[in-house]
């Protein structure tokens, strides 16, 4: 098993930053990746992006201009999100498997994101 947690949410204006935080314990050592997802109501859960177990990393096209993602997968991961837009108001999900496509295997409690206009 592994356990994800995620911190960092919150209530941000337009144009604004956060960093979310996903921290990894348990059996680490069956992962290969992780990822940070993000749902709306209504809505499929979408990848936002990657981090491989050897630092490599991938973006959505659609926030890699604003987002990034880095961290070590055996203890935190991070994401950045600058330039915040209201479409960002989501509930983001950490996740970790073995998938280096779409790591799923376990998944984090998720944290909620509002960007306000």
């Known amino acids: 098993q592994v356990q994800l947690v995620e911190s960092g949410g919150g209530l941000v204006q337009t144009g604004g930053s956060l960093r979310l935080s996903c921290a990894a314990s348990?059996?680490?050592?069956?992962?290969?990746?992780m990822g940070w997802y993000r749902q709306v109501p209504g809505s499929q859960r979408k990848l936002v992006g990657v981090?491989?177990?050897?630092?490599?990393t991938r973006v959505a096209d659609s926030v890699k201009d604003r987002f990034t993602i880095s961290g070590d997968i055996s203890t935190m991961i991070y994401l950045q999100m600058d330039g915040l837009k209201s479409e960002d108001t989501a509930v983001y999900y950490c996740a970790a498997g073995r998938d280096t496509e779409y790591p799923r295997g376990w998944w984090g409690q998720g944290t909620q994101v509002t960007v306000s206009t």
């Open positions: 348990g059996n680490i050592f069956s992962i290969t990746a």
């Open positions: 981090i491989l177990q050897n630092g490599t």
